[in-house]
Nanobody
Framework: QVQLVESGGGLVQPGGSLRLSCVASGNIFTIYTMGWYRQAPGKQRELVATINQVGATNYAESVKGRFTISRIIGRNTVHLQMNGLKTEDTATYYC?????????WGQGTQVTVSS
């Protein structure tokens, strides 16, 4: 089993910044993909950004140039730096980890962008 603990959500004004963190623990494998997905009320969960064990990244078009995903090698931690936040970024953000053909999700952290 793998546990994912997220932190860093909150309320921010449009144009502001937040940094989300996700720490994985438990039965960790060295080959993985970790990332962030989000779900707004009434909408489907969607990809935000992912990163794998060699640092290859993937971003949703809507966040390119504003969000940056990174990892801390050896600490099973990923960060999502979110700059230039927009009201449409409001959602619950979920950390996800894929390894050995299994998928794990965090509990989610709320990000609200509002003036």
């Amino acid at each position: 089993q793998v546990q994912l603990v997220e932190s860093g959500g909150g309320l921010v004004q449009p144009g502001g910044s937040l940094r989300l963190s996700c720490v994985a623990s438990g039965n960790i494998f060295t080959i993985y993909t970790m990332g962030w997905y989000r779900q707004a009320p009434g909408k489907q969960r969607e990809l935000v950004a992912t990163i794998n064990q060699v640092g290859a990244t993937n971003y949703a078009e809507s966040v390119k140039g504003r969000f940056t995903i990174s990892r801390i090698i050896g600490r099973n931690t990923v960060h999502l730096q979110m700059n230039g936040l927009k009201t449409e970024d409001t959602a619950t953000y979920y950390c996800k980890r894929d390894q050995v053909q299994l998928t794990y999700w965090g509990q989610g952290t709320q990000v609200t962008v509002s003036s």
